[in-house]
């Protein structure tokens, strides 16, 4: 019971984080479709990043960049991308910048969450206890993913929002990508806090532009 709680908990508290920052809340059945969806795309993950390992230990044993690379970083985040221009950004909510960020947060936490299990139930095999993998995975790696997944949002708001081109997405999928390596290679801690910043940041000019939106709009129906 503590072990399935240690591992839902973190990505549904990050998730309730996440979306209370939306000025203009999402509608809840698709930020609940987006999240399990992010749960789904953790099946083909596994499947594809077992292939990749195993393909690139055969054919490029001493390799440990691409070993590091392309089992998670380009894969993962290709899916969670996939969710984010495939369902979400298709969704008439789907309706102004913000929006990218918290369903690229609540995709990469959905994937998170189920990604969890695979670690704190076979702990043993990592030689080390489940509430140990849990508090990691809990204050680095959820944190990780839903800083990647928002990256990977961002990019999607500024396509659809601002520029069409889509030379945007593929940059926020290199940056997402980027971060996943660096974190997955050994610079955990400094990844999360340089993401944390980089959110932080694009988090508060967009609300900033979600306050006058609103103070603008309050106006025209006063009128």
Partial sequence: MFQFLATVIPSLVLVCFFVSLDKFPEPKK??????????????????LNTYAIIYITEN?????????????????????LAVLLLFCAQREAFDEPMDGLVYGATAALGFAMIENFGY??????????????AWIRAI?????HACCGIILGF??????F??????????GLFIAILFHFAFNYGYSSSVVI??????????????KRQILLKEYTSKILKI
């Fill in 30 to 47: 698709i930020i609940i479709l987006t999240f399990i969806l992010g749960i789904v795309i953790a099946i083909p993950a596994g499947f």
């Fill in 140 to 144: 680095l790696t959820a944190p990780m």
């Fill in 60 to 80: 490029y044993p001493n390799a440990l960049f691409l070993r590091v690379l392309i089992p998670g970083p380009v894969i993962e985040e290709i899916l969670k």
């Fill in 194 to 207: 340089l993401q944390l910043i980089l959110i932080f940041i694009l988090f508060k000019n967009l609300r």
């Fill in 120 to 133: 704190v139930y076979n702990a043993e095999y990592y030689n080390t206890t489940w509430a140990y993998i």
């Fill in 155 to 160: 990019s999607v708001s500024y396509y659809y």
């Fill in 162 to 171: 601002y520029k069409k081109n889509f030379v945007f997405i593929l940059l």
